[in-house]
T-cell receptor, first 116, second 113 residues
Framework: AQKVTQAQTEISVVEKEDVTLDCVYE???????LFWYKQPPSGELVFLIR??????QNEISGRYSWNFQKSTSSFNFTITASQVVDSAVYFC?????????????FGTGTQLKVEL | EAEVAQSPRYKITEKSQAVAFWCDPI?????LYWYRQILGQGPELLVQ????????DSQLPKDRFSAERLKGVDSTLKIQPAELGDSAMYLC???????????FGPGTRLLVL
């Protein structure tokens, strides 16, 4: 069975600090997708990134960057120069594509608190 | 920007009552998903539709939950009768096609008393 582990339950940082959110996954599939979603207090899950299992290139989008390492089954997310608006719960997820389905298996989330 | 719509946003009901949630996916999205998120946990898939057909409902408690997407557009998730353990956030998501990125609606927060 597929599994996603986010070991960090809660992280608190001061504004402008860099912060890395860890994600480790388990799967037997050779083809899969990895995702990060942001869930602010309003509750809606906001899509941040999707990464194909065959593409291990790191990606940067503004203050956000992602490090995908297949050898360690990790897909970590770094926020540079954090801001108060980054405060939210962040979920890492794995997509299971077998049988025509597109089930997302989520981790338990990391609560990020950015303080002034 | 196109969004997934859900209603109601909040629902309080008593145990044994029936409740229904509605979802309207992003226009043109063929695949629709219902997830349940218990406080402090990640969302878990309840049911996936491809157009009007169910693709995966293996985690749907079929003795009390039902879902339909009759015309392949909007969808309704029903619980009857509601139990205390059903208190959770119910999230709807849609994607252009299966294997595409899922976009989520604002969710319905259900409280069963």
């Amino acid at each position: 069975a597929q599994k996603v582990t986010q070991a960090q339950t809660e992280i608190s940082v001061v504004e402008k600090e860099d912060v890395t959110l860890d994600c480790v996954y388990e799967t037997r599939d050779t083809t899969y997708y990895l995702f990060w979603y942001k869930q602010p207090p309003s509750g809606e899950l906001v899509f941040l990134i999707r990464r194909n299992s065959f593409d291990e290139q790191n990606e940067i989008s503004g203050r956000y960057s992602w490090n995908f390492q297949k050898s360690t089954s990790s897909f970590n997310f770094t926020i540079t120069a954090s801001q108060v608006v980054d405060s939210a719960v962040y979920f890492c997820a794995l997509s299971e594509l077998a049988g025509g389905g597109n089930k997302l298996t989520f981790g338990t989330g990391t609560q990020l608190k950015v303080e002034l | 920007e196109a969004e997934v719509a859900q209603s109601p946003r909040y629902k309080i009901t008593e145990k044994s009552q029936a409740v229904a949630f509605w979802c309207d996916p992003i226009s043109g999205h063929a695949t629709l998903y219902w997830y349940r998120q218990i406080l402090g946990q990640g969302p878990e898939l309840l049911v996936q539709f491809q157009d009007e057909s169910v693709v995966d409902d293996s985690q749907l408690p079929k003795d009390r939950f039902s879902a339909e997407r009759l015309k392949g557009v909007d969808s309704t998730l029903k619980i009857q009768p509601a139990e205390l353990g059903d208190s959770a956030m119910y999230l709807c998501a849609s994607s252009l096609w299966a294997r595409e990125t899922q976009y989520f609606g604002p969710g319905t927060r259900l409280l069963v008393l």
